[in-house]
């Protein structure tokens, strides 16, 4: 039972981790950009975007979807037929998180000491490595051994941590993808609706 405790402990931080970028932090950046509620955005995307992609746990399988949902939300075309494929292989918030916490485990597990500018590089370090992530089921994981060559872990015990991310990739990596997935739309809808907002207010003082 130790195990599993092991094995749901590391789970519970991963979604925590998760709920925090989806629930706080993009919205605060989506306030920033549109200056009003950000929150009816934030759940429209997650609930038409974030749970498609909760079961597909593939950010290109489900551009589609994507497409469809910016289309619905009557956003401008030339924009979203870029960013929207483009998101789905460079818009990695959930591989980042995935990277660092499974890292951060193994750090811990094996006494490695580590302050707090060693684990702001590796949070710096794994988002530039979740930009080449693929976008497949469980493509963060095998990013994790590049993220563990900073502390010296050798690789037999940082594919040792790629299992353990499989182990627990059902709900991990479904999560992860809901969230690099909806991400997507709402970042591109932000942009979209403070620009036409920038535009209308031009033409009114015009």
């Not at 950046?29 to 079961?55: D, Q, T």
């Not at 000491?113 to 992530?133: E, F, K, R």
């Not at 991310?165 to 479904?174: A, E, K, N, R």
Request: charged share 10%.
């Amino acid at each position: 039972f130790s195990t599993l405790w092991g094995y749901a402990h590391l789970l519970v931080v991963l979604i925590g981790c998760m709920l925090l970028v989806a629930l706080v932090v993009n919205p605060l950046l989506v306030f920033w950009k549109i200056r009003r509620n950000p929150y009816p955005l934030v759940f429209a995307c997650l609930r038409e975007s974030g749970v498609y992609a909760f079961f597909t746990r593939s950010s290109a399988a489900n551009i589609p979807v994507n497409m469809a949902l910016c289309e619905k939300l009557n956003l401008d075309r030339d924009t979203y037929s870029v960013s929207i494929p483009l998101g789905a292989t460079i818009n990695m918030a959930g591989a980042a998180i995935t990277i660092t916490v499974l890292t951060l485990a193994a750090v811990h597990t094996l006494g490695v000491p580590v302050d707090l500018p060693t684990a702001l590089l590796l949070s710096v370090v794994a988002s530039l490595c979740a930009c080449g992530a693929s976008g497949v089921a469980g493509g963060s994981l095998l990013l994790i051994p590049l993220a563990c060559n900073m502390f010296g872990i050798p690789n037999d015990i940082a594919m040792q941590v790629v299992a353990v991310g499989f182990i627990i990739g059902v709900l991990q990596d479904s999560c992860e993808t809901a969230l690099n997935s909806s991400t997507d739309v709402l970042f591109t809808a932000a942009a979209c609706q403070a620009e036409d907002e920038r535009l209308a207010n031009n033409a009114l003082r015009s």
